[in-house]
């Protein structure tokens, strides 16, 4: 039977696991891979504030019981090589603080690492190996060479450890199977329903995997050659949903017996080159990238183009004069009658746009929310946490932390005191089942 895995949401749902408290900071780590939070996260340039920044890297992190784990293998001059090494941090996320760190022997050059929680181990995807630590000492546990791929991204499935085609057992690290199909240098991210992984190639085409078997049960083939990267797919109400470095987007309908309707896939062209994965809320689907719909030039504007989840036709891409790419993942605030979608420029000094979209809306431009005081080149992947605070880096190295300005009375946490507090403080109080922020609701 094809069961359907429940959504577990970016920061109201965290993972709980042996009594450790997990937040997903970025993508890839939700069963559906939608980078969704109903989190209420900043929305004003005026009410935010840098809480810390730490020289700890350009990399993703995970959040487990108030820690950051991070990997930092850049070094300072961006172009050094893999033998430089690199750097597994825990922080203290309240203060940015490092608590430990380990050197290690793999560095990253210009590209970076990914992180994710997995069977009690923090494990690192550097371009060369995949590492795997104990939260709890900072130890290294165990490390397997991989073939280079300048974006290692890991996706815990099935209690093992998917990288670029790659399954590795995640308590040893040994590589237990190679997906059949062509992988390129990174990206590649799926989604997990069931006894099925769905997974999209550098073609752009979309592989049904057995986790069983790790063996390809089915497919549906876009008929281009083969890229330079994967792009993320998202699952939202039975269908899939996937962009590329060509200009397309794509949707695919799941069958009862997890298989595709292949008479229900449907491309449209988006006109953007993209890296990262949609996401998906209210009916729409998100796609971010750079205004080109060729796989080789990179002389786009950023954009945001938003889809109908019923049919896949664009409903309207975002006003952008701003040159430059989107290189990751959108990170959604699904606030109920709106969504914001927030992402990361590729262009100095890496600023944090978001853009605030209704169900009704049929045109729309992304609003500047962060500029990083520590310029550089930016294609990370956007984390937040359950306070609201978001976590942004760029190349120059820096982890940073912005959130809204601790306001007492601040029950919602959007940085003001207004009506809207005093009605969810009343909610609150009365039982209702509402979440308030505990740290300034108190007046």
């Not at 959504?7 to 939608?34: Q, R």
């Not at 980078?35 to 350009?58: F, H, I, K, R, Y």
């Not at 991204?153 to 199977?177: E, F, H, M, P, R």
């Not at 306070?387 to 306001?407: F, H, P, R, T, W």
């Amino acid at each position: 039977s094809f069961c359907m895995a429940a959504l577990m949401l970016l920061t109201i749902l965290p993972i709980t696991a042996d009594a450790v408290s997990v937040e997903w900071s970025g993508t890839f780590n939700c069963h559906e891979n939608n980078n969704v939070t109903t989190t209420l996260l900043p929305c004003d340039p005026a009410a935010m504030e840098q809480s810390w920044c730490s020289p700890t890297g350009n990399n993703t992190i995970v959040i487990v019981d108030d820690a950051i784990y991070t990997y930092n293998g850049i070094n300072p001059e961006l172009w050094a090589s893999y033998e430089d090494g690199g750097t597994f941090y825990k922080l203290d996320a309240d203060t940015g603080e490092v608590l430990q760190s380990v050197s290690c022997d793999y560095g990253t050059t210009f590209y970076y690492s990914y992180s994710i929680y997995a069977n009690g181990l923090i494990c690192v995807g550097c371009p060369t190996v995949i590492l795997a630590f104990d939260p709890e000492t900072c130890e290294l546990v165990w490390e397997t060479p991989v073939t280079e791929r300048y974006y290692s991204t890991l996706q815990y499935i099935n209690g093992c450890i998917v990288s670029n085609g790659t399954v590795l057992n995640a308590d040893t690290g040994k590589v237990i199977a190679e997906i059949d199909g062509k992988w390129g240098g990174g990206w590649s991210n799926g989604v997990e329903i069931g006894d099925c992984f769905y997974i999209a190639d550098a073609t752009e085409s979309l592989l049904v995997v057995d986790t069983n078997t790790w063996t390809v049960a089915d497919t549906i083939d876009s008929g281009l050659s083969a890229g330079t990267s994967c792009p993320g797919v998202v699952y939202y109400q039975g269908c899939l949903y996937w962009g590329g470095i060509n200009g397309n987007f794509y949707r695919a309908e799941i069958g009862e017996d997890g298989l595709l309707n292949e008479s229900a896939w449907k491309t449209t062209v988006s006109g953007i080159k993209c890296y990262g994965t949609p996401v998906a809320a209210n009916d729409r689907v998100y796609l971010a990238g750079m205004t080109t719909n060729t796989a080789t030039t990179n002389t786009g504007t950023i954009a945001i183009c938003v889809f109908s989840a019923d049919t896949a036709e664009m409903i309207y891409m975002t006003n952008s004069d701003v040159t430059g790419k989107i290189q990751s993942t959108p990170l959604l605030c699904d606030a109920g009658s709106s969504v914001r979608v927030y992402v990361q420029g590729y262009k100095k000094p890496g600023i944090v746009y978001f853009l605030e979209d209704t169900p009704t809306q049929t045109g729309g431009s992304l609003t500047d929310l962060i500029v990083p005081d520590k310029s550089q080149y930016a294609w990370e992947q956007l984390a937040c946490d359950a306070e609201g605070a978001i976590y942004c880096s760029n190349d120059a190295g820096y982890l940073m932390k912005y959130q809204n300005k601790l306001v007492k009375g601040d029950a919602n946490g959007d940085g003001q005191l207004d009506l809207q507090d005093a009605a969810l403080l009343s909610q609150y109080l009365a039982g209702w089942n509402v979440e308030i922020r505990q740290e300034t609701a108190d007046v």
